[in-house]
Structures are given as C-alpha cells and as structure tokens.
C-alpha cells in the first residue's frame, strides 16, 4: 500500500467515527509515525510502506478513531514554539495558555522567583524559562506522574528547573515567590460528561474544578498571597466565561485583577498583584 493509499484509508476510518480534522490528524500520525517533519509527506505520496511501518499506522489510527487525544498517540504536544513530551495521566498542553505563558515572561522581574502551580507537563513554567533563562523556576504538582513529566521535560529542553510534588502550596511551604502562574482545574464538574470524547482520556483531578468550577480559585485567593512577595504578580488561567467570577473573589491584598486575552482575542487568565 502507498502513502497516498494508507492516507486515504485513514481518513475515511476517522471520518467514520467523527473524528474532527480527519484528513490533518491521518498526515499527523503518519508523519509522527515516519519522524517526518510537517508536510513531509507530500513528496512521498506514490512511496510503498512496508507491513510493519502499515500495521503499526493502522493500530495508531485505531486509537485516534476511538477519540484518543493525538498527543497521547503521538507521545508530544507543541508549546510555546518547543516540543513538550506529552503521555496519559498528564493535562495535554495547550495553545489557550500561550498567552499567559507570554505575558509571565514580560513582567518577570529580572531573577524573579517562579512557581508553576498544578505544573502538568511543566510547559507552562519551562515555557517561561526558556525565554527567560535567569528567571528561577519551580515547578509543583499534586500528581507524582506529572512530576516526573515535567522533570523530564526540563532534561530534554535543557531548563534548568526544581520540581516538587503535593498538594497546592504544601510543596513550598514556608517560601515567596516574585511571580505564581497557574492552570488549575476549573471545569464545572457536571460539565465533565459532556466535553468533547477526546477530554474524557485526560486526568480528571486536572479538570474537575468542583460544583461551580471556581474549587481552586477560592483556595488561590485564600492562600496565594502568602506565597507572593510584595508587589508579586499571581497569572491564574481560567475557563470560558469564568474570568469574572473567578476575579471577583480576590480581595485584600491583593489589587483589583485585570482581565486578560489568549492569542484568540477570549478571556483567558487573571493577572491578580499583590498591592503591598
């Protein structure tokens, strides 16, 4: 079977089961598959695949077929312009918080303490690192799982990081930070069931954000202001249509948060400061 053959065969099987984008997610894969860079394929399209590299695609198929996030079958997930190793058990990056990532970097005093706070793969606080490598950078997560990701992450990227896992801010009791990014979860949890099939393959304790989705907002408020140093700035990602609750429960002494946009123009993330 030819490129064009194998491709054209993939497309329809994820056409059939609704996966969005059939026809990109087929070259994904065998592009993944093949370690050839974004478009390489055009060029192979009359090439014969031999029955290993045919079986292997058609079972990587299968799992995309069956609503498998593409990450978790490819085994990466782009962030920030870098390649972040992404397997299940781990929230997949995402380009909604490119925008945050971004904005850390900006108002990142120079050597500014760092945490990631609920850190995933790390993107987020590596992300930082890279375009700010004198920044100083810890990344937290409850899941042990996601602290060996982001360990790992910081070994193949080359950013130097510390990582320390528990719950919230436990990992750091005792310690101030210049600058706190954080994607906690914030998905309503009777909202869980009806997300696209593709959410239902991520960790739960990375998404079910409680009755209103606003769990761990409310523990940010109550609690971050004793991570932050004076003047420190906490940027905390929120869901859709949450950026104003979720700014509304962040009092004294903290000054009143701004609201700000991901690259698609949508409210995205608070940028809460300490005003002492």
Known sequence: MTVREALREAEGRLTRADVPGAALDAALLLE????????????????????????AYRKWVSRRALREPLQYILGEAAFMGRVFVCRPGVLIPRSDSEAMCARAAGVAARGARVLDLCCGTGCLGLGLKLERPDARVTLSDISPAACALARENARRLDAEAEVVQGDFFAPVAGRVFDLILSN??????????????EV??????????????????????????????PGGVLLAETGDGQAEDAAQLFGSPFSPPAVRPDLSGNPRFLEIRRAD
């Open 184 to 197: 906690p979860p914030y998905i309503p949890a009777d909202a869980l069931p009806g997300l696209q099939p």
């Open 32 to 55: 993944g598959l093949l370690g050839l860079p974004r478009l390489g394929l055009f060029a192979r399209q009359g090439e014969a695949l031999d029955a290993e590299t045919l079986s």
């Open 200 to 229: 239902g393959f991520e960790p739960p304790q990375a998404l079910d954000g409680g009755a209103d989705g606003l769990s761990f907002y409310r523990r940010l408020a109550a609690e971050a202001a004793a991570f932050l140093s």
